[in-house]
């Protein structure tokens, strides 16, 4: 039996007559990284403040740890982290000062621990430093610290990447996978930024205008990802001739550009070899044979338009 740590039942949130989010159906597995994917305006946020109790849901159940949050709500919301909007710090205060007032406030102040935790997110250097001189990718690890200074866990976090550079993307996508793999911490994890839900989540949620279209895993993703193989030849008629001729020609799917010479091929990947050992017994130039794989991005784009 699939243990969820997070599970919705036709889980709504209406605002006046605009249904934001339109009975959708989570399942979060224990120790997983979940990645709720979707456009701006999609409903993850709103989703996310439904599961953390800052908003109602308008109908539907939620369950957190397999419980009913409304019976048993100090003891789950006391073993989540979260993360919703930008976190707020003391600007004159070190990383260790902020985190030490949090965990006085939480009623769990450990000197250690916040050592340890200054160390698992990599900002245990920076102990003179004040929070209103540190980076942005600075702020965000200081916002997970804070998130699991209790030891969470969950952590739920609403776009912790946005507005990242490349490096701190990097960074933040390390940390997280960290907690997950090393930890076991269970983290449901929102973002437009396909490219990186794409390189750190186990199980994606493709939401849009309010609707959980799909959850598919990494591994499912990869299967149902289109592949194509493209070929740049130096006769593009001559090459088509060829694939028609063959037994194979009511099957073969294939598009093909004559302005720069370029065939993609959709059906029958495993024998590029062979049609190409066919193209230069023809006499054709074979410049480019390339194994091409949709991103995310695209998958993201056609899943939606489909559904």
């Known amino acids: 039996m699939v243990d969820y740590v997070i599970e919705t039942n036709n889980l709504s949130k209406k605002y006046s007559n605009d249904l934001v989010v339109n009975s959708i159906n989570m399942h979060v597995e224990k ?8 456009n701006n305006g999609a409903g993850k946020t709103t989703t996310m403040c439904m599961l953390l109790n800052l908003t109602y849901p308008t109908s539907g159940e939620i369950f957190l740890f397999g419980k009913d949050p409304k019976k048993y709500s100090k003891e789950i919301y006391s073993n989540i982290g979260s993360i919703i909007e930008t976190p707020g710090f003391y600007e004159n205060l070190t990383a260790y000062e902020n985190l030490k007032i949090i965990s006085k406030l939480r009623g769990n102040y450990n000197p250690q621990n916040i050592k340890s935790v200054l160390e698992m997110v990599n900002l245990s250097g920076a102990k003179s430093k004040k929070y209103k001189d540190f980076s942005l990718g600075m702020k965000q690890r200081l916002g997970i610290a804070a998130a699991i200074i209790h030891n969470p866990e969950l952590l739920i976090l609403d776009e912790p990447i946005n507005g990242l550079d490349p490096f701190g993307i990097k960074e933040i996508r390390a940390l997280l996978k960290r907690l997950s793999h090393e930890f076991g911490i269970t983290i449901l994890i929102s973002s437009h930024i396909l490219s990186e839900i794409e390189n750190i989540a186990d199980v994606i949620g493709f939401m849009d205008n309010g609707v959980l279209i799909d959850e598919i895993s990494r591994d499912e993703l990869f299967e149902k ?11 593009v008629d001559l090459a088509i001739s060829i694939f028609k001729e063959l037994e194979l020609k009511e099957n073969v799917d294939f598009t093909f550009n004559k302005e720069n010479g370029t065939i993609y091929l959709y059906t029958h990947l495993g024998m590029r070899d062979k049609f190409n050992a066919l193209f230069v017994k023809a006499g054709i130039d074979v410049n480019k044979v390339n194994l091409c794989e949709e991103n995310l991005e695209e998958f993201f784009t056609r899943f939606v338009s489909n559904n």
């Open 31 to 38: 120790g997983k990284i979940y990645g709720l994917l979707g």
């Open 225 to 235: 990802l289109n592949k194509s193989v493209e070929f740049e030849v130096s006769d």
